[in-house]
C-alpha cells in the first residue's frame, strides 16, 4: 500500500501502459476478496470493525480518484484528501491484521 501512495502506482500504470484504473483497482481488490472467502470465519468478530472502516475508507479514496479523473467530481486538493483516505483506509486495515494475526495465534 505504501508503494502505491507513494508512486501512485495506478497513475503510472494508466499513463505509461494505458491501463485504466478500474483494472488497477480490481487487481488491488484481490486481497479483499481472499480474505472474505478463505476467513469467513474469522470475519464474524469484534474487530470487523476496523475491516468495515477501511473498506469504507479506501471506497471513497478509489471513488474520489475514479470521479476525478473522469472529470465528474473535482475538489480542490483532491490528490490530497483522497491521499488521506488512503492513508486512512491502510492504517485500518493494518489494525484488522494485527488483531486477526492475534485471533489466529491464539487458536493454534
Known sequence: MLIIITFKLHHFLRDTFNIPNTITYLLGAIPFIILFTKQKVLLHSQETIFLM???????????????????IFVLDNNDLIEEIFRIAGAFSWLIYNYFLFIKIKNLK
Request: net charge negative; charged share 15%.
Open 53 to 71: 472502516i477501511s473498506l469504507i475508507l479506501l471506497g471513497i479514496a478509489v471513488s474520489l480518484d475514479l470521479l476525478s479523473d473522469g472529470k
